[in-house]
Nanobody, 122 residues
Framework: QVQLVESGGGLVQPGGSLRLSCVVS????????MGWYRQAPGKQRELVAG???????KYADSVKGRFTISRDNAKNTVFLQMMGLKPEDTAVYYC????????????????WGQGTQVTVSS
């Protein structure tokens, strides 16, 4: 079973920044398109950022221009730099595989990590 361990969340004021990290046990990690998902209370999980194996990225309109996804294949890690945070960004954030970054089609390894809570509030 693939293990995904997210970290870096916390409580931040509106306009603040956070950097999330996710370590993935699956190898070879470098061949997978990866993404960051989030789930707010009472809402479905949504894909907000994706990165291909080659490093091309795509974002949901709600986070475009504020979030940046990146990856370090040597460390089996994917990152999400979040800036200009808004209260509506409050959610549990998860990383997992993406079926298609071009069409922002979700996917998964058959398992999910525990996620990391991001709360944006004054």
């Amino acid at each position: 079973q693939v293990q995904l361990v997210e970290s870096g969340g916390g409580l931040v004021q509106p306009g603040g920044s956070l950097r999330l990290s996710c370590v993935v046990s699956e190898t070879p990690f470098s061949i997978y398109a990866m993404g960051w998902y989030r789930q707010a209370p009472g809402k479905q999980r949504e894909l907000v950022a994706g990165i291909t194996s080659g490093g091309a990225t795509k974002y949901a309109d709600s986070v475009k221009g504020r979030f940046t996804i990146s990856r370090d294949n040597a460390k089996n890690t994917v990152f999400l730099q979040m800036m200009g945070l808004k209260p509506e960004d409050t959610a549990v954030y998860y990383c997992n595989k993406v079926r298609s970054v071009a069409t922002m089609t979700p996917g998964d390894f058959g398992s999910w990590g525990q996620g990391t809570q991001v709360t944006v509030s004054s």
